[in-house]
């Protein structure tokens, strides 16, 4: 069982749509990352959480330490937040864990 | 202010050639850190440097290695290339060690083994 699991593997959404995008972890960690990538590879760090919630224009990032579980919020969702959304967490050893991804479409 | 720049971008090798890749983090990051992306394994942890101390290293074999210099500047090394070492090699720096900063990504190295 991988250390980070994420859902939906992929994901259709209409413009303007709310979209939730899941990560959950089963080892302690010291720090959540959530990045996006785009085709061609580059990657850009959204947020990191080790507690609560953050908030950056369109996009909000919880965490939950207790149950070990944080999701992704995209508010009226756009075609160019079409991306790979990762998960990636930060164990306490310094290593780090990347889920899968979900691949999200934005359709006009 | 410069972003965290690799280089080269891409590259194409044969088995059993070595490769060195350089990082150069955003100006005042003292923690760089490397991962391989692959369609198969999606993205993993390679090392971590911080102050020129390897702070860990991800499940890879001692053909993959690295170092940092003393300003900050990184390079990861793989010998006797393998085919599936083909992947994308990304690299990012931040402030703080541990993978426990925002973390700020390069471009990537491409690299293909042939």
């Known amino acids: 069982k991988n250390e980070v699991e994420q859902s939906p593997q992929n994901l259709t959404a209409q413009e303007g749509e709310f979209i939730t995008i899941n990560c959950s972890y089963s080892?302690?960690?010291?720090?959540l990352h959530w990045l996006q990538q785009h085709p061609g590879g580059g990657i850009v760090s959204l947020f990191m959480?080790?507690?609560g919630k953050k908030k950056h224009g369109r996009l909000i990032a919880t965490i939950n330490i207790q149950e070990k579980h944080s999701s992704l919020h995209i508010t009226a969702s756009h075609p160019r937040d079409s991306a790979v959304y990762i998960c990636?967490?930060?164990?306490?050893?310094?290593?780090?864990?990347f889920g899968a991804g979900t691949r999200l479409t934005v359709k006009p | 202010k410069a972003g965290v720049t690799q280089t080269p971008r891409y590259l194409i090798k044969t088995r059993g050639q070595q490769v060195t890749l350089s990082c150069s983090p955003i100006?005042?990051?003292?923690?760089v850190s490397w991962y391989q992306q692959t369609p198969g394994q999606g993205l993993q942890f390679l090392f971590e440097?911080?102050?020129?101390?390897?702070?860990n290293k991800g499940n890879f074999p001692g053909r993959f290695s690295g170092r940092q210099f003393s300003n900050s500047r990184s390079e990861m090394n793989v010998s006797t290339l393998e085919l599936g070492d083909s992947a994308l090699y990304l690299c990012?720096?931040?402030?703080?060690?541990?993978?426990?900063?925002?973390?700020?990504f390069g471009e990537g190295s491409r690299l293909t083994v042939l």
């Open positions: 990012a720096s931040s402030l703080k060690s541990g993978n426990a900063g925002e973390l700020f």
């Open positions: 959480l080790s507690s």
């Open positions: 990636a967490v930060a164990r306490w050893d310094n290593d780090m864990r």
């Open positions: 080892v302690g960690i010291s720090a």
């Open positions: 440097y911080f102050s020129e101390t390897q702070r």
């Open positions: 100006s005042g990051h003292r923690s």
